[in-house]
């Protein structure tokens, strides 16, 4: 049997961040993280672009955008949603989950999810940076994984 082994080797590649500026601490460690990762993968400075938009509910579109331009093999989506008293969690988390699915199936740009869907802030502490490790670098890497199958560069092993 062959085997598709895709590289998590970020050189040459353009990755872009599509963050949420609400819950502006917890997106921070996750660009920190995403951006430890991939610079640790050889990703360049340059071939890195961020884009802030306002929550959580925002990034589909922002992303879509992204997608269209055809200037990025990846994209990294980061933010948190936090419960509260409301209902408002599970429509902000249906929306975004189902609306990034929608433009990675789309427009078939990989797109790595990274946003934290937690009961409190003390749990997205702990994805971001804290006792659980960084969710950022994790969905960085896995977008890079798709991006290099996605371009055929995989290894039969």
């Keep these: 049997m062959r085997v598709a082994t895709p590289s998590i080797d970020a050189r040459g590649l353009r990755v872009a961040l599509v963050v949420s500026r609400f819950n502006h601490l917890i997106s921070i460690r996750l660009i920190d993280g995403a951006r430890e990762a991939l610079f640790d993968q050889g990703l360049a400075e340059a071939d890195l672009e961020l884009f802030w938009v306002p929550g959580a509910f925002e990034i589909p579109l922002a ?8 200037r990025f093999d990846a994209i990294v989506t980061l933010g ?78």
Excluded at 64 to 70: D, F, K, L, M, P
């Design 80 to 157: 948190s949603v936090i419960r509260g008293g409301t209902p408002h969690f599970d429509y902000v988390c249906r929306g975004v989950t189902d609306g990034v699915r929608e433009v990675m199936r789309d427009s078939g740009v990989p797109v790595g999810f990274g946003v934290l869907t937690t009961d409190d802030i003390d749990q997205a502490l702990a994805r971001a940076g804290g006792s659980d490790g960084n969710k950022g670098g994790e969905v960085a890497l896995a977008a890079v994984e798709m991006a290099r199958l996605r371009r055929r560069e995989a290894v039969a092993s």
């Design 63 to 70: 992303a879509r955008q992204v997608a269209e331009s055809g």
